[in-house]
C-alpha cells in the first residue's frame, strides 16, 4: 500500500508531503531543477489530518479568497501555504523550515495555479487515506 501524500505540481515547480512511516514525513519541493529541498519532519497523523482538513475548508469556501496554513501552527512548523485565487485556481506560496519556525534557513517558492477541484481532490484523499 502506498503511504499517505499531496502533490502540488506546476509546469517546473512542485512540491510533496509524504509519509515514510509512523510520524516521519518526507518534504520534498523543487524549482525548475534549480533549486530542491529534501527533509524530514516529525509529524503526527493527526496535525496532518488537521492540516488537510483545514486546507478542504479553504477551497470549499464560497468566496474563493486568499489563504494561509501551516502544518503545524507554531511548534517546529515544516511548510506554510499561501493561496491566491486565480479565477478557478489557485497559486501558492510555499514557505519550507526544515528547522521548523526559523528565519534563517528556509526556502520560498511560488507554484503556478492549480485547478481548485484538482486541490479538493488531492487534500480530499490525503484526509481520507489519514483517516481509515
Request: contains cysteine; glycine residues 4%; negative net charge.
Given at each position: 500500500?502506498?503511504?499517505?501524500?499531496?502533490?502540488?505540481?506546476?509546469?517546473?515547480?512542485w512540491?510533496?508531503?509524504?509519509?515514510?512511516?509512523?510520524?516521519?514525513?518526507?518534504?520534498?519541493?523543487d524549482w525548475?531543477?534549480?533549486?530542491?529541498?529534501?527533509?524530514?519532519?516529525?509529524?503526527?497523523?493527526?496535525?496532518?489530518?488537521?492540516?488537510?482538513?483545514?486546507?478542504?475548508?479553504?477551497l470549499?469556501?464560497?468566496?474563493?479568497g486568499?489563504?494561509?496554513?501551516?502544518?503545524?501552527?507554531?511548534?517546529?512548523n515544516?511548510?506554510?501555504?499561501?493561496?491566491?485565487?486565480?479565477?478557478?485556481?489557485f497559486?501558492?506560496f510555499?514557505?519550507?523550515?526544515?528547522?521548523?519556525?526559523?528565519?534563517?534557513?528556509?526556502?520560498?517558492?511560488?507554484?503556478?495555479?492549480?485547478?481548485?477541484?484538482?486541490?479538493?481532490?488531492?487534500?480530499?484523499?490525503?484526509?481520507?487515506?489519514?483517516?481509515?
Amino acid at each position: 500500500m502506498e503511504e499517505p501524500r499531496v502533490r502540488l505540481a506546476s509546469d517546473d515547480v512542485w512540491l510533496e508531503l509524504a509519509r515514510a512511516d509512523g510520524n516521519s514525513w518526507r518534504i520534498t519541493a523543487d524549482w525548475c531543477s534549480w533549486l530542491t529541498a529534501d527533509f524530514t519532519a516529525d509529524l503526527s497523523a493527526a496535525e496532518v489530518v488537521d492540516f488537510a482538513a483545514r486546507m478542504l475548508s479553504h477551497l470549499r469556501a464560497p468566496s474563493g479568497g486568499r489563504f494561509s496554513a501551516a502544518v503545524t501552527p507554531g511548534r517546529n512548523n515544516p511548510l506554510t501555504l499561501k493561496a491566491e485565487p486565480v479565477g478557478d485556481k489557485f497559486a501558492f506560496f510555499v514557505r519550507l523550515t526544515p528547522n521548523g519556525d526559523d528565519s534563517v534557513c528556509h526556502l520560498q517558492m511560488e507554484v503556478d495555479p492549480i485547478a481548485t477541484s484538482e486541490l479538493q481532490e488531492a487534500f480530499r484523499a490525503l484526509h481520507a487515506a489519514l483517516s481509515v
